[in-house]
């Protein structure tokens, strides 16, 4: 592998005050192939990267740590943060009813957080550390950006033509041992397990189940890739298109308000079985509505 340079816009966080416990919904079951993790982040708007950059991976990158040493968060149990990037989310009880889960009564769960990641997250190589990762009755969330993953598979909208930093492989695969296909299946990118957090002690594994959420629009998807230890916010093609974000894996992706609630314990057994993926999905928002 190697490493990729990302442009992106970054927010701040501010401290706020909350509480939260977790609880588990199902057994995980995918395993990761023998490539190394990796999720790549296409530059932005077309602005090129120094010489020689590519696609990143392994074990913390040394500029993650350039600012002197781990993020100190504060008390991580009484210490609520707000999650940052996205605003003027609905607040109060929202009952599941029997319709679709909406944005509106998701964002109304998620609008103070726990954090229980050891610092906080970039959102490309340059920016301050500012996204924690939360905890909830359930779930675990982080409020971000969206760069497009467009690895995997190779299709006529994920290859090395349209995206100069294509790869070939995901860290997690279809039930057949194929790498996945970003076009058509809708996964999003955890960040490589690092001092920071590590995505496998939260319960989360690769075909966890997720609801992504941008505007009023709600994307289930699986856990299907992982990215650089010190950046959080990606997702693959068919995730940004469900959520009416710009695929283009160069150009495209956004820089703030995207919400990532992945389920603690939940699994599908065939990552590229999305009907299953959205049933489940709901299901499990319905209960996170009703726990939180």
């Known amino acids: 592998m190697h490493p990729r340079t990302y442009v992106l816009i970054a927010a701040g966080t501010a401290l706020l005050t909350a509480a939260a416990v977790p609880i588990t919904v199902f057994p995980a079951l995918a395993q990761p192939t023998d490539e190394p993790p990796h999720g790549p982040r296409a530059e932005r708007l077309g602005v090129p990267g120094p010489p020689g950059a590519k696609p990143q991976g392994g074990p913390p990158a040394p500029e993650l740590r350039a600012d002197a040493g781990p993020v100190d968060p504060g008390p991580v149990d009484p210490g609520l943060v707000d999650p940052g990037l996205v605003g003027d989310e609905p607040v109060g009880d929202v009952p ?110 690769g075909g966890s189940v997720a609801a992504v959420i941008h505007g009023d629009r709600v994307q289930y998807a699986v856990v299907g890739d992982t990215g650089p230890p010190g950046i959080i916010g990606e997702g693959s093609f068919a995730a940004a298109r469900g959520l009416g974000i710009a695929t283009d894996p160069s150009r495209g992706g956004v820089g703030e308000g995207v919400t990532y609630i992945l389920f603690k314990d939940s699994q599908v057994p065939s990552l590229e079985d999305q009907d299953t993926t959205a049933r489940q999905g709901e299901e499990l928002a319905k209960q996170f509505l009703q726990e939180n």
């Open 96 to 205: 599941a009813g029997d319709g679709p889960v909406s944005a509106a009564a998701l964002l109304s769960k998620v609008s103070r957080c726990r954090q229980i990641s050891n610092g906080l997250y970039r959102t490309r190589e340059s920016a301050p550390t500012a996204v924690p990762v939360c905890d909830a009755n359930g779930a675990v969330f982080w409020k971000a950006d969206m760069d497009i993953d467009c690895d995997g598979q190779v299709t006529d909208r994920c290859n090395k033509r349209t995206d100069p930093y294509f790869q070939s492989a995901t860290s997690y695969t279809e039930s057949s041992g194929r790498a996945l296909n970003a076009k058509e299946l809708p996964y999003i990118v955890v960040p490589t397990p690092s001092r920071i957090w590590n995505y496998r002690n939260s319960g989360i594994s």
